[in-house]
Every structure is written in C-alpha cells, then in structure tokens.
C-alpha cells in the first residue's frame, strides 16, 4: 500500500515536472469554451424542466423566472467581456481549446492540466443534467 502511494506520488512529481516545462507560464484563466459548456448545461436543464413540467401553468411561470435569471446570471459576465479593455495587455489572451487543454493551469493547490481544470468545472453540472434528464422521464412515462 505504502508503495503504491510512493509510486502514484512520483508519477504526479514527474507529471508537474513535465506540464512546468511546457509553458512558460501556466494559465490562470478559464477558456471561454468552458463557460460556454456550462451555460449549455444549465440552459438543457431548463429545456428538460420545460419538457416536464409545461402542462402546469403554474410551473411555467417559475421555469420563466428561472430562465430570467438563467439571463442575468450568464449575460453579465458575457456583457462584461464585450467591453473595451482600456489596457490591451490586461485583457484575456485567445487561446485555442487544444492549447488550453494541453497546457498547465494554475490553482490554490498547485499545477493541473487545463483538461483536468475544465472537467473539474463542468463535470457536477453536466451530471445534473443527465440526472436531470432520467428524472424528466421517469416522470413522463410514470
């Protein structure tokens, strides 16, 4: 057991050595593409809802206020990056998916690939979707 631990610990080390010696820097920012696969995720949960629960007048309207607030939520921060930078250094650089995904990323508790980042972030709402979805049809077909 303790050997396991050893080896699983020099595989990370070697891991860390190699992800620092790809970049210079590692990444601190998001890819736009992961913000993009969450807001997917919970706008298909609102569809789900939709699809269940729209023979109730009732439930439509809350689903109403909850895609309002689906709005505001990820329209802020889309607005927000569409404003001009008064700094052109300062502003996000664009880097594309499989860069992101292939280089380091930067957390509180050290180094991880930019894969590991995205799958940290959207992994809990793409399974709420899916627990969303077999729920939709357990009800409609119950």
Not at 9 to 37: K, R
Request: aromatic share 12%.
């Amino acid at each position: 057991m303790q050997l396991k631990a050893k080896q699983v610990q020099s595989e990370l080390e070697q891991i860390t050595t190699h992800l620092l010696s790809q970049a210079d820097e590692p990444e601190t920012q998001l890819h736009i593409g992961v913000y993009g696969i969450v807001a997917g995720s919970y706008l298909a949960m609102l569809c789900i809802f939709w699809w269940v629960f729209s023979g109730s007048s009732q439930t439509v309207f809350m689903i109403v206020i909850c895609a309002v607030y689906f709005v505001m939520y990820f329209g802020t921060p889309y607005m927000l990056t569409r404003l001009p930078k008064p700094d052109p250094l300062s502003g996000q650089h664009k880097t594309r998916w499989a860069t992101f995904l292939r280089q380091p990323f930067a957390t509180n508790t050290g180094l991880i690939s930019g894969r590991e980042a995205a799958l940290q972030v959207c992994l809990i709402p793409i399974c709420l979707v899916f627990a969303t979805l077999v729920i939709g049809i357990i009800i409609q077909t119950g």
